[in-house]
């Protein structure tokens, strides 16, 4: 089951990665990395390992996404990144492990 759930993740991971090339927001995994707070290889390490990303790595992307929003002319990209940091927000919260 853990590893269902790891492999889901990494699938996310991924799509919130594609989202932001595709708003011109990152160009390759080093960018994202770095968007992160990490190292610049740390995504595609990642990637390679079928690890998804920690909760650390994802709370940074929230708040550099919006920074990015904040600053950012275009409504509709600003709406785009918007939804990417509600999903962002909602998909830490489910990586959070329960008190339970």
Do not use: W
């Amino acid at each position: 089951m853990t590893s269902n759930i790891s492999n889901m993740q990494v699938l996310i991971d991924h799509k919130i990665f594609t989202s932001l090339q595709k708003m011109n927001i990152v160009e390759s995994q080093y960018d994202f990395s770095r968007l992160m707070g990490k190292s610049d290889s740390y995504f595609s390490s990642l990637q390679c390992k079928k690890i998804p990303v920690s909760i650390s790595a994802l709370a940074n992307l929230v708040c550099e996404l919006r920074t990015i929003s904040n600053s950012e002319p275009n409504s509709r990209k600003k709406s785009l990144l918007s939804s990417l940091t509600e999903t962002l927000s909602s998909e830490i919260f489910n990586r959070v492990p329960s008190a339970a």
